[in-house]
């Protein structure tokens, strides 16, 4: 069973003259244990697509499934509840609370959502694993641009999601951290079961997908 699956998925922004179809017809399905990249231009959707299958974002038309259910209709209730449980998500765009510390970002993540996180031990192995244990204590301002997205990325893991969502997570990362993560990122789908989809301009990041689809204009292609 794919634990994600959109079907006939389109999505169209505004209307008449300055209509703009950013989806059209995707169809698309990932399974736990696996990386897949969705690669592509800036503007072809890869973005659209990203927070349609987390559900932060209806479809114009089409489906979309966690787990064989369709989650299209769900209330904002449900869907708030849904990405709590089983995605986690690592935006392009700042994903750290600003005056909250590194440590209290997963304070957080403690207070909204209370069972299933990770436990001390495994988030000390991840902090390691992502060489931020030293900045527990720093504020996002005070860390660069890399430092700050391995930082979301421990806190969308700490969630202990099923499938983890990610766009542009290595647009700020050198070489050698971008090894690193594509490596956490294969770890976490081979060793902890999740479904890993990437968004990403990086080629660096392919030998680490089990997947790999174009994304063009709206439309997606399999590549691999
Ligand atoms: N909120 C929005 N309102 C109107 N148009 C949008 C919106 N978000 C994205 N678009 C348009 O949809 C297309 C796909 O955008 P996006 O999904 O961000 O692509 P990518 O992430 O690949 O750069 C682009 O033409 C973009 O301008
Ligand atoms: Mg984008």
């Known amino acids: 069973m794919a634990v994600i699956e959109l079907k006939d998925v389109k999505k169209v922004y505004g209307k008449g003259e300055a209509q703009v179809v950013a989806l059209k017809d995707i169809n698309f399905k990932a399974d736990k244990g696996e990386v897949v990249l969705i690669m592509g231009p800036s503007g072809a959707g890869k973005s659209t697509f990203l927070t349609i299958a987390g559900s932060l974002q ?3 038309s ?6 064989d259910a369709d989650i299209s209709d769900f209330s904002a209730k449900k869907s708030n ?3 709590l449980g089983k995605i986690g998500f690592v935006l392009q765009a700042y994903n750290l609370v ?3 510390t590194v440590n209290e970002q997963f304070t957080l993540v403690d207070k909204v959502k ?3 996180n990770l436990s001390k031990a495994e988030l000390q192995d991840l902090l390691k694993q992502l060489g931020i244990t030293k900045l527990l204590r720093k504020y996002p301002g005070e860390l660069s641009g890399g430092q700050q997205q391995r930082a979301a990325i421990a806190r969308a893991l700490y969630a202990n999601p099923e499938i983890l969502l990610a766009d542009e997570p290595t647009a700020l990362l050198d070489t050698q951290n971008v090894e690193e993560v594509g ?4 770890d976490l789908a081979k060793k902890r079961d999740k479904a890993v989809m990437l968004v990403t301009h990086d ?4 030998k680490y997908a089990d997947h790999i689809y174009e994304m063009m204009d709206g439309t997606m292609t399999k590549k691999k």
């Open 58 to 60: 209806k479809p114009t």
């Open 62 to 67: 089409g489906q979309v499934l966690i787990n």
């Open 81 to 83: 509840e849904l990405r």
């Open 98 to 100: 600003p005056f909250l």
């Open 114 to 116: 209370k069972q299933n």
């Open 183 to 186: 490596q956490l990122f294969k």
């Open 203 to 206: 080629p660096r990041l392919e």
